[in-house]
């Protein structure tokens, strides 16, 4: 404050640990221990975080300029070599000529014809049938048979069945 009124012009500046970023700890010994979930060091751009606007502006323009040039083109995503290119078309080539159509897509194509045709067909409506439509609760003979036997068992309220005994 004294400064401040007498005049003198004083710069005050941060420390630089108050201004940059610790390095990246690897193993601290505070987290669960497991295998490394990727290959190698990852080299993130971690002066995002410190950037002031003016070097954000100038990174963003930097982009733009490298963007224009076609630079940024070349830099994008992994790249494959030129050996590994060229077999794996030698063998989509050979898959095509030799190898068969897998089932999954022999079955995807006849469901998908399939649906097709019943959408061009008019829907019709059917007219009620007591055979077809009540044959859901329908016995057979055996297991009316075996119902009847069970239900013999039953014969006052304090008897069970002896299949479920114990349910």
Same mark, same amino acid.
Request: charged residues 45%; hydrophobic residues 25%; positive net charge.
């Given at each position: 404050?004294?400064?401040? +009124?007498?005049?003198?012009?004083?710069?005050?500046?941060?420390?630089?640990?108050?201004?940059?970023?610790?390095?990246?700890?690897?193993?601290?010994?505070?987290?669960?221990?497991?295998?490394?979930?990727?290959?190698?060091?990852?080299?993130?751009?971690?002066?995002?975080?410190?950037?002031?606007?003016?070097?954000?502006? /100038?990174?963003?323009? %930097? /982009?733009? %300029?490298?963007?224009?040039?076609? %630079?940024?083109?070349?830099?994008?995503?992994?790249?494959?070599?030129? #050996?590994?290119?060229?077999?794996?078309?030698?063998? @989509?080539?050979?898959?095509?000529?030799?190898?068969?159509?897998?089932?999954? @897509?022999?079955?995807?194509? #006849?469901?998908?014809?399939?649906?097709?045709?019943?959408?061009?067909?008019?829907?019709? /409506?059917?007219?009620?049938?007591?055979?077809?439509? +009540?044959?859901?609760?329908?016995?057979?003979?055996?297991?009316?048979?075996?119902? +009847?036997? #069970?239900?013999?068992?039953?014969?006052?309220?304090? @008897?069970?069945?002896?299949?479920?005994?114990?349910?």
């Amino acid at each position: 404050m004294k400064d401040k +009124l007498t005049g003198v012009d004083v710069m005050l500046s941060r420390e630089s640990w108050m201004t940059e970023l610790p390095p990246e700890l690897q193993h601290v010994g505070l987290e669960a221990r497991t295998f490394k979930k990727r290959s190698g060091p990852e080299n993130k751009d971690r002066s995002v975080w410190t950037d002031t606007p003016a070097d954000c502006e /100038r990174k963003a323009r %930097e /982009r733009r %300029e490298a963007k224009e040039k076609g %630079e940024s083109a070349k830099d994008d995503g992994p790249h494959l070599p030129q #050996k590994e290119l060229e077999m794996a078309e030698k063998v @989509s080539k050979y898959n095509e000529s030799k190898r068969g159509e897998s089932l999954i @897509s022999i079955h995807t194509k #006849k469901m998908k014809r399939k649906a097709e045709e019943d959408a061009n067909k008019p829907v019709e /409506r059917r007219p009620f049938d007591r055979d077809t439509d +009540l044959q859901v609760n329908r016995f057979d003979e055996a297991q009316k048979k075996a119902l +009847l036997k #069970k239900s013999q068992d039953l014969n006052t309220r304090f @008897s069970h069945s002896k299949d479920r005994m114990f349910l």
